[in-house]
């Protein structure tokens, strides 16, 4: 039979009854079976009235931005999932009494065995999802820098000066083209472009370094930056 719509009650006991002893509409992880059931809620179904679908619909929620990547078909209704007719029961209160029969218990033991099973596969499925999830590289932030340094004066060796710039090496700093500038009285400035990771390169640490060289730079200057 499987769920038959969202928005009755008839609808939305059937849904509840379903999720009493079920964290998933099918498995023991998010699937496409949960997007498709989320997808067919028109508003947040009722916490005092449904609290099985309540607490499923939120947690659900938490993963809407990962919809597109869970495991199933995409393509099927969420009307192909729930219970066969022989399992509904749309008022618990009104299923058939459970026989009190010794021979109903033979098996007992074996069911919290598989109970116990099925949880800790559950438990271990969401583990590895939330690993799978947080272990998601993120980009590194950057931002392209274009720094003027200048020198004492006209006489600089400004080969030697862009030389010694080159030559500071840091984890995500990446050096690219530099030319002459012009600044008046024979004095040319260098203006050189460089990459940083934002998070392991400060650029006020950068221009203390380069200043380090006397003998060559009188200052620094950002003449430009922006974040890629």
């Known amino acids: 039979m499987g769920f038959t719509d969202f928005v009755s009650d008839a609808g939305l006991t059937i849904l509840n009854n379903w999720l009493t002893t079920r964290s998933y509409i099918v498995g023991y992880g998010p699937s496409q079976a ?4 989320f997808k067919a809620f028109k508003d947040s179904p009722t916490p005092a009235k449904y609290p099985h ?31 066969e007719a022989s399992d509904l029961s749309l008022n618990p209160a009104k299923a058939p009494a459970a026989k009190d029969d010794e021979s109903d218990d033979l098996f007992g033991s074996d069911s919290e065995e598989e109970d116990a099973e099925a949880e800790e596969t559950r438990r271990k499925n ?44 840091k984890d995500g700093l990446v050096w690219s083209a530099a030319k002459l500038v012009a600044v008046g009285f024979g004095i040319k400035k260098l203006q050189i472009n460089l990459v940083v ?13 380069i200043e380090e060289d006397e003998d060559h730079v009188q ?7 922006q974040k890629l």
Do not use: C
């Open 34 to 37: 949960d997007v498709a059931s």
């Open 53 to 83: 679908v309540y607490r499923w619909y939120k947690h659900i929620a938490s993963y809407e931005s990962d919809f597109s990547s869970l495991p199933g078909d995409p393509s099927k209704a969420y009307t192909t999932y729930g219970p």
């Open 126 to 169: 969401l583990e590895a999802y939330r690993k799978k999830k947080e272990g998601k590289a993120k980009p590194a932030a950057k931002s392209i820098v274009t720094l003027d340094v200048k020198p004492w004066d006209d006489e600089t060796d400004m080969k030697q000066l862009e030389a010694n710039v080159r030559a500071i090496e």
């Open 197 to 209: 990771e934002d998070e392991k390169v400060s650029v006020d640490e950068l221009q203390a370094q």
């Open 219 to 225: 200052s620094t200057d950002i003449a430009a930056m």
